[in-house]
């Protein structure tokens, strides 16, 4: 009789008590093997990518668009990719961006970087190609009060000036100017998009989410909510492939696989592992 | 001070050093983990408290207030002090009027938002043609899962059968978010990654 304490003899036993370090350990190796010695796997279009792609290319040139980085520092290894592709995809359109974020712990910091350093590579100018208006709290307020006006939620930007000094703002006194909003998300914010400013102003937008939500999200796009989906780094991978400007997403797309891979295996090993050890105790 | 020594200091190494100290934690907890997490926390209510006191009380009543004399931002103002009389036990029901303000408001917005953005739409678009295969999926899930939550009788006979057929709908989501949720965390460990072997060592590309 075996006693708790005791070493494990068969393999059924090892694979079962294996040090969960070890794992660790392994994962480590199957993320940083592909950035060293990129794989180039395939990363084959799903619709819902497609389709938002597609809705951002048939904007007219220099249309406005709004772009919420509704999204924490936390979730940035999925979301800023999408927030860079989108910002790219939208400046070589000529399109002007109207920037802010609904979250407050860095949201508006992020965007402020991610504005001018997108727009500086495509020589654009602050206040006149695009704009970040910083952060206000309580979305929901803040979604249904720019449908009226946007001066009265957002009297500065986030840079403190006012915005009627701004002359990209002046065009842009609510969202009858805006064409599309490019949401990238890694919240319920999402939901509040969809369900004020989609339902009640009829604004067309897509989405950029982190994997988690993804899923849930879907049912927008089902249900016509939404244009299109970018789901996690596979939907931005896919994104960038479209826009034929490889980056962030793609390089991280080989190391996602072989982890995927390499978790597959663990589960099978594990429930193996446990039939095996299930199967052993009812024989003896 | 010469940016040459800070961009490299405050958007590499600082970050690196935090991202190491956080993962230390996967061996065994240490001092660097706790320390990571108390500087976390300090920064993050200390981020707070600048960025509401610019965004929302300089820039949404003070500045509005002393530029354009719009004395109706001190009604807003007046009402967010009022939350603070619960630290007075004698006039703490004063909280009670921005509450009902804030309560009432919010359930206003939510049940336009739910009712008007969500729900309908959403039945809306489960009243498909049942043509092909992917419609009648949809219908068939929603229908059963449906019944699955009806717990007005036992779920015997043809409605044991139905709630079963939920039952089954259900798991399938819940592993297609397991799936989902699985390729999020990898995906946070791989920016990490990056950031500490690309941007960070130049090591790879």
């Given at each position: 009789m075996k006693m708790p304490g005791d070493k494990p003899t068969?393999?059924?036993?090892?694979?079962?008590?294996?040090?969960?370090?070890?794992?660790?350990?392994?994962?480590?190796?199957?993320?940083?093997?592909?950035?060293?010695?990129?794989?180039?796997?395939?990363?084959?279009?799903?619709?819902e990518t497609r389709d938002f792609f597609n809705a951002v290319e048939a904007l007219p040139d220099s249309s406005i668009v709004m772009l919420p980085f509704d999204f924490w520092p936390s979730t940035m290894a999925e979301t800023e990719p999408m927030a860079v592709v989108g910002?790219?995809?939208?400046?070589?359109?000529?399109?002007?961006?109207?920037?802010?974020?609904?979250?407050?712990?860095?949201?508006?910091?992020?965007?402020?970087?991610?504005?001018?350093s997108i727009g500086g590579e495509f020589g654009r100018i602050y206040g006149i190609d695009y704009?970040?208006?910083?952060?206000?709290?309580?979305?929901?307020?803040?979604?249904?009060?720019?449908?009226?006006?946007?001066s009265d939620i957002f009297p500065t930007d986030y840079r403190d000036t006012p915005i009627e000094d701004i002359p990209l703002m002046r065009r842009v006194p609510n969202y009858d100017s805006v064409a599309f909003i490019f949401i990238v998300a890694d919240n319920v914010a999402v939901d509040y998009w969809v369900g004020?400013?989609?339902?009640?102003?009829?604004?067309?937008?897509?989405?950029?989410?982190?994997?988690v939500m993804a899923p849930k999200n879907l049912s927008f796009v089902q249900a016509g909510q939404l244009i299109g989906l970018m789901g996690g780094m596979k939907g931005c991978a896919e994104y960038e492939n479209l826009l034929e400007r490889p980056a962030r997403a793609t390089r991280g797309m080989d190391s996602q696989s072989m982890i995927h891979l390499f978790i597959v295996v663990f589960i099978i090993m594990g429930n193996v592992g446990y039939y095996a050890g299930k199967r052993r105790a009812a024989r003896s | 001070m010469d940016s040459v020594w800070t961009q490299p200091f405050f958007y590499f190494f600082l970050p690196a050093f935090f991202t190491l100290a956080v993962y230390s934690f996967l061996f065994k907890d240490n001092p660097w983990f706790k320390f990571a997490e108390h500087v976390f926390a300090g920064l993050s209510a200390g981020y707070?408290?600048?960025?509401?006191?610019?965004?929302?009380?300089?820039?949404?009543?003070i500045v509005p207030l002393v530029s354009s004399g719009r004395w109706d931002m001190l009604i807003p103002g007046v009402l967010g002090c009022l939350l603070f009389m619960r630290f007075f036990p004698k006039v703490h029901w004063l909280t009670r009027i921005p509450l009902a303000f804030v309560i009432g408001t919010t359930a206003g917005i939510m049940f336009l938002q739910q009712l008007h953005g969500l729900i309908l739409p959403q039945m809306k678009s489960t009243l498909l043609r049942l043509g092909d295969f992917?419609?009648?999926?949809?219908?068939?899930?929603?229908?059963?899962?449906?019944?699955?939550?009806y717990f007005?009788?036992?779920?015997?006979?043809?409605?044991?059968?139905?709630?079963?057929?939920?039952?089954?709908?259900?798991?399938?989501?819940?592993?297609?978010?397991?799936?989902?949720t699985v390729m999020a965390r990898v995906s946070l460990l791989i920016g990490r990654m990056q950031?500490?072997?690309?941007?960070?060592l130049h090591w790879a590309q």
């Open positions: 068969s393999f059924v036993e090892r694979i079962q008590t294996i040090d969960r370090r070890i794992l660790y350990a392994l994962i480590f190796i199957s993320v940083i093997v592909p950035l060293f010695l990129p794989l180039k796997l395939p990363v084959p279009v799903t619709p910002l790219r995809h939208l400046f070589g359109k000529h399109c002007y961006v109207v920037g802010l974020s609904n979250v407050g712990m860095g949201g508006p910091t992020i965007a402020d970087r991610l504005l001018d704009v970040n208006l910083g952060y206000k709290p309580d979305y929901r307020a803040v979604m249904l009060g720019m449908g009226t006006r946007i004020l400013v989609n339902a009640r102003f009829g604004k067309p937008m897509g989405a950029g989410v982190t994997a | 707070y408290a600048g960025l509401i006191f610019t965004s929302v009380i300089k820039q949404q009543m992917s419609n009648i999926v949809i219908v068939v899930g929603v229908l059963t899962t449906l019944i699955y939550f007005s009788k036992p779920h015997t006979g043809a409605l044991g059968g139905v709630a079963k057929v939920g039952i089954w709908f259900i798991m399938v989501a819940f592993g297609a978010h397991f799936g989902y950031f500490l072997f690309v941007d960070w």
